[in-house]
Every structure is written in C-alpha cells, then in structure tokens.
C-alpha cells in the first residue's frame, strides 16, 4: 500500500459526458502527478500541482483540467469524453515539488461507451 | 525529445531463470532513472532507482546500473520466481524549475511459469 488513496475504482459513462476522479496523496505530500495509461500511449504524464499550484503539464487534452486543494487531494476532471479517453487513470504524490520518489496509487478504470 | 526504449515483451520464463530487460534513454542534462512494476489489477510500485551515473539500484534480488556512456539502465535478476510475474517499466525523471514529470518506456510483460 503506497498511502495513495484514488476514488472511484472503476467508471464507466457515455461519450459527452463529463466526470471527476479523485486522489487524496501520501501524508505531508505535497506535490500529486497525474498520469494516463493508455494500450496505445502506453503510460503518459498529464499534469503536476505543487501545494495547490499547477508546475507541470504534459500530454493534457484541453477537455481535461484538474486542481489541488488547501487540504492537497487533487481532483482530475475529464469532460466532453471520446471512446478514446477510456483508460486506466493514475494519481501520485511526492514529498517535494521535484527530486524524490513518486508514490502510485492504484488507478481509476474510465470506461468511455 | 526525451524518452524511454525498452525491451518488447512479452517474456516468458521458467522459475529460476536469469532475467535481462533491456532499457535505453534519450534526454538532456542528467535524469535519474527507475525501474516501477506492476503487478496485475494494481497500481505501479518503485522497484528500484538510480540518480548519477555509475550507480547500481538493487531490491528484491533485481539490480540495474545507470550506464551514462551507452545510456541504458537494464533490468537483472539472477533467479526468477512466479511471483516476480507482473509488467516492468522503466522511467526516467526529468526536474526543472520546480517541476517534475516521469517518463515512462511501454512496458514488459514478465510471465515466469513454475
């Protein structure tokens, strides 16, 4: 158990619409990364918050937006969804904003019908 | 742009065979490198890591070595086991400015059959 908590599990909803995943990161973490796996992509980094503030950002659809926070769990919003957004959703969490192990939770299962 | 190759799977071994995957990079400056599996049904967990060249990343009997001059950073265990079954990805960490992402190579498959 890396003490990264992600909700829900699994999902699965209708092309246009829209869903929330959730990810509560390790105690006194406070940087959380979220990242897409995808069987074509493989495993893509989609975007970092830093204490409540966007640092990095990867291969994010505009579709997709996501934030931190005061109390640091992050919440990854997928809107507008395609077949193609299905896939399994991964939040992690770091002690600082860069320079220490990243810690996975166990992902969210999006299935787009 | 920076990325990770590694060797397509999948593998498939009988248990206690020597296990090799391959892993190469490609990035500016000087990233750390990491080895995280997966395990079926469940999220990725940090294998091992290396930060500078030289160095040797080792737990649960698998090793890797951060080889700066062929840029690899291949994946050993000198005896498998049917719980070693699981999907290894190799990663590299890229910092800059206060930020941070991983990149990953696609991943390999590893079955070891008793």
């Known amino acids: 158990d890396s003490g990264v908590t992600q909700t829900p599990k699994h999902l699965i909803t209708a092309t246009g619409q829209r869903v929330t995943l959730r990810c509560s990161p390790r105690s006194g973490d406070l940087s959380v990364y979220w990242y897409q796996q995808s069987l074509d992509q493989g495993l893509q980094f989609l975007i970092q918050?830093?204490?409540?503030?966007?640092?990095a950002k990867g291969n994010i659809l505009e579709r997709f937006s996501a934030q931190q926070f005061p109390d640091l769990h992050s919440e990854l919003n997928l809107s507008s969804l395609e077949l193609g957004d299905s896939a399994l959703y991964f939040c992690?969490?770091?002690?600082?904003?860069?320079?220490?192990?990243?810690?996975f939770g166990p992902g969210t299962r999006l299935l787009v019908l | 742009g920076d990325s990770v190759t590694q060797m397509e799977g999948p593998v498939t071994l009988s248990e206690e065979a020597f296990l090799t995957i391959n892993c190469t990079y490609t990035?500016?400056?000087?990233?750390?490198l990491f080895w995280y599996v997966q395990y079926p049904g469940e999220g990725l967990q940090l294998l091992l890591k290396?930060?500078?060249?030289?160095d040797k990343g080792s737990n649960k009997g698998f090793e890797a070595t951060y080889r700066k001059e062929t840029t690899s950073f291949h994946l050993e265990k000198g005896s498998v086991q049917v719980s070693d079954s699981a999907v290894y990805f190799c990663?590299?960490?890229?910092?800059?400015?206060?930020?941070?992402?991983?990149?990953f190579g696609k991943g390999t498959k590893l079955t070891v059959n008793p």
């Open positions: 992690a969490s770091s002690a600082s904003q860069g320079g220490e192990t990243q810690y």
């Open positions: 918050y830093y204490n409540g503030e966007e640092r």
């Open positions: 990035a500016t400056g000087y990233p750390s």
């Open positions: 290396a930060t500078k060249a030289d």
């Open positions: 990663a590299l960490r890229l910092t800059q400015g206060g930020s941070e992402k991983l990149v």
